[in-house]
């Protein structure tokens, strides 16, 4: 089970792949937030971002090399000479930066997308990974939608990337089409042929899997590909990614874990932070993750009939194949109160995940003393809740310097709403609108305060712990400008939370449409 060999390389890409898809982008302080997280939970490498794809992302990444350490940080880039210099510009400054450059290979991304010959697909390759190299050490290659693709010409890529010093090969099943023996053996295959042409890194080569979850399989594909020989898995939390999503890490790590003598491999996660990584994920996205969704879904451990609590009580074991503290259940029910002080708040957050600078510290700490006022118990769930609050406080955009919302059920009750709003530049407007309800009038008036128009898909309120003083969470989901956006806001108030979780999406929208400027103006001139 130690045999260095079989220890498998986890590579999250939740800040790249899973970033990129409707409902779960993140700005420049959340990501670096999130990257925090990963480097906590043990994963060896953090995909960072896609540093040419815009200038918000060319931040992020920078801010992450920087900053974040413990973890090997991956940059992701086309086989352009542009994308891979603005990678090594994005990883100034990274201990262990990593360049990962891509191109399609199978038949019909050739022909339909790229327009290119199998000739010209080996050219490109060839040409990334040598540039690549001559900024970093560490190159991966990925061979996009390698499943579909002529098992000899995927060889034949593979062996000419190693060749010009790439050390992992990424084999993607870009649209989740594979099936859990064909993955094996296409391995299997790759790995003898690349071992065979006896090019120089040949043996040292590491294979990687990269497995999206069209038909259900992300994670049984990534573990046959294991069995195959990859020693390297690309993941995201919660399975976050394109369409149907990407490989969940945490369920490719624990059933390495549960089945760790099957398989005879294992990671170095810390399991005991996936759950607390996992609600990360999904307050910063507002992203909620299913109930019954294995290992951090809230029903995983959850045993309702009575057939299994009897056997429950007798052994453990009838029923539960891991033990919820091991995922890190156990550590998120801490409950603080207005007498902690300020030390027993910060070594709770640092517990969480969060390391926070002094200033931001007591801001924290202010916000906490008030809730622990109007709540008796403070949640981790709260405490989380009131850093991302803080962190999306602090984001340029409009802040809701207070509102009132009169409504009723009489006959003539007209529900009303009025915003006092402050503007990024500090200019303060004030508005006013009636709805069908409070909170069709109170999005109204924002709208009318900040000049945007959401068309909203879809919007939700729930508790963020339980107890009838609990916080209100709301979710909403807007469509604008063809996007889907994601904001949440979280208060005692269900309305205040509302108003903050659609100012989220307002503010959003204002910075990509602020960056998108900023990317024409820089390419014009
Ligand atoms: O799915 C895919 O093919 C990718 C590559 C860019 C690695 O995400
Ligand atoms: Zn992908």
């Known amino acids: 089970m130690n045999d ?34 990963l480097a906590e939970l043990g994963v060896d490498v953090i995909e960072a971002g896609f540093p040419a794809s815009s200038e918000a992302d060319m931040d992020a990444v920078r801010a992450i090399a920087r900053e974040v350490r413990g973890a090997t940080v991956a940059t992701l880039a086309r086989c352009h ?22 191109i399609s290979t199978s038949p019909l991304h050739r022909e339909h997308k790229l327009g290119l010959s199998r000739e010209q697909v080996l050219e490109r390759a060839v040409m990334a990974v040598e540039l690549a190299k001559r900024h970093v050490d560490d190159v991966e290659f990925s061979a996009e939608d390698a499943l579909r693709t002529e098992p000899d010409f995927l060889a034949q890529v593979c062996i000419a990337a190693v060749n010009a010093g790439a050390r992992t090969l990424n084999i993607p099943d870009t649209v989740g089409y594979t099936t859990p023996s064909e993955i094996r053996t296409l391995f299997e295959f790759l790995r003898a042929s690349v071992v065979e042409s006896g090019v120089p890194g040949a043996k040292d080569a590491v294979f990687s899997a990269h497995c999206h979850n069209d038909l259900g399989l992300a994670v049984a594909n990534s573990l046959a590909a294991i069995e195959g020989g990859a020693r390297q898995v690309e993941c995201t939390i919660n399975g976050i990614g394109e369409r149907a999503g990407n490989c969940a890490l945490e369920e490719l790590v624990m059933a390495l874990r549960v089945r760790g003598e099957y398989y005879g491999a294992h990671t170095r996660i810390d399991t005991r932070r996936l759950v607390p990584t996992s609600r990360l994920l999904s307050r910063i996205t507002g992203m909620a993750v299913q109930r019954n969704k294995a290992v951090v879904g809230q029903n995983a451990f959850a045993h309702e009939s009575g057939i299994h609590q009897h056997g429950m ?35 709770r957050l640092q517990a969480l995940g969060f390391t926070l600078p002094e200033a931001q510290l007591n801001a924290v700490f202010a916000g906490f003393k008030s809730l622990a006022e109007k709540k008796r118990e403070v949640f981790d769930a709260d405490l989380e809740a009131l850093v991302l609050g803080a962190d999306a406080r602090a984001a340029r955009g409009h802040r809701l310097a207070r509102f009132h919302v009169s409504t009723g059920v009489a006959q003539d009750s007209l529900p009303t709403a009025s915003v006092q709003l402050v503007d990024a530049d500090g200019a303060s407007v004030s508005e006013a609108a009636v709805g069908d309800g409070p909170v069709h009038a109170l999005f109204a008036a924002l709208a009318r305060g900040t000049g945007i128009t959401l068309e909203i898909d879809s919007y939700q309120v729930s508790s963020v712990t339980t107890g009838d003083d609990a916080q209100g969470q709301a979710q909403v989901i807007a469509r604008v400008d063809g996007r889907e956006f994601t904001g949440s806001g979280t208060s005692t108030d269900i309305l205040e939370a509302s108003a903050l979780a659609w100012l989220d999406i307002a503010n959003r929208l204002q910075r990509t449409r602020a960056q998108a400027a900023d990317t024409r103006a820089a390419a014009i001139a």
Do not use: N
Request: glycine share 8%.
């Open 4 to 37: 260095p060999a079989a220890r498998v390389r986890i590579f999250d890409t939740s800040l790249r792949d899973g970033e990129q898809s409707p409902g779960c982008s993140m700005t420049a302080p959340q990501k670096l937030r999130f990257a925090h997280a």
């Open 81 to 102: 000479v542009g994308d891979i210099e603005a990678c090594a510009r994005a990883l100034e400054g990274s201990v262990h930066p990593r360049i990962h450059v891509f």
């Open 313 to 347: 009580l007798k052994h453990r074991g009838t029923y539960e194949i891991m033990r919820p503290e091991d995922v890190g259940w156990a550590q998120s029910q801490m409950v603080m109160g207005r007498h902690s002080g300020r030390a027993a708040l910060s070594d």
